[in-house]
């Protein structure tokens, strides 16, 4: 598997936190692998990929295991798409006429509703992390897609220093693990999701492995 070409979906940017810019920090190679899937999720669910960003997926390959068979798999299904027609499956899944299949908003898959209380506690969270949302975005924050951003961020120390694991398993457990696998096991089952079936398996995969991994190291 190979994502460090994929490129962070700039939506969150640091906000008041101090940090030291002369401070060496060292990320793991598996941490960095981590942000980048973190990333390259969200950023293929942030719009409709172009055609470089398809080209990075039909460049991946996977082991056996079920991340690496999803990452295969979306590779396959690149290579015979075109980025007209992804637009066309991203706008009926997401956007539509009023509204698109799925609503891919934690306020939503915990409450029914959209702005309810999951993106204030989120919000909160974000404040005391130092992320603020930049002025020309106006998605509410508690997208999948901005999550998953937050997360790469997180992890590499984008929006300050890295996150110690404690942090990164508290925001996880809290904003991500409680509805994520959920909606991406929509998104594999929807009936406008071609390539987005394949993005649905990997992010299931992935946030399964996530989520067993933090609870390993908390235990």
């Not at 998953?148 to 997180?154: H, S």
């Amino acid at each position: 598997m190979r994502l460090a070409d994929a490129a962070p979906y700039e939506i969150y940017s640091q906000g008041e936190c101090s940090v030291n810019p002369a401070q060496d920090i060292t990320i793991g190679s598996e941490d960095r692998l981590r942000a980048d899937l973190y990333n390259f999720i969200g950023l293929i669910l942030s719009a409709p990929p172009d055609q470089l960003l398809l080209d990075q997926c039909i460049g991946l390959s996977g082991d056996d295991s079920d991340l690496g068979k999803a990452i295969s798999s979306l590779s396959r299904v690149a290579r015979v798409t075109n980025p007209k027609k992804v637009e066309s499956e991203f706008n009926a899944l997401f956007i539509g006429l009023g509204r698109g299949e799925l609503l891919p908003y934690a306020s939503y898959y915990l409450t029914g509703f959209l702005h309810e209380k999951p993106l204030a506690t989120l919000r909160s969270d974000m404040a005391l992390r130092g992320m603020v949302r930049a002025p020309s975005v106006y998605e509410p924050e508690d997208n999948i897609a901005s999550l998953m951003e937050m997360m790469g961020g997180m992890i590499v120390g984008r929006f300050g220093i890295p996150a110690e694991l404690a942090d990164q398993r508290q925001f996880f457990n809290k904003h991500i693990a409680p509805w994520a696998g959920h909606f991406f096991t929509d998104l594999e089952a929807a009936k406008n999701s071609i390539l987005y079936a394949s993005v649905g398996s990997v992010g299931r995969a992935f946030i399964d492995i996530e989520r067993e991994a933090f609870r390993m190291t908390a235990a």
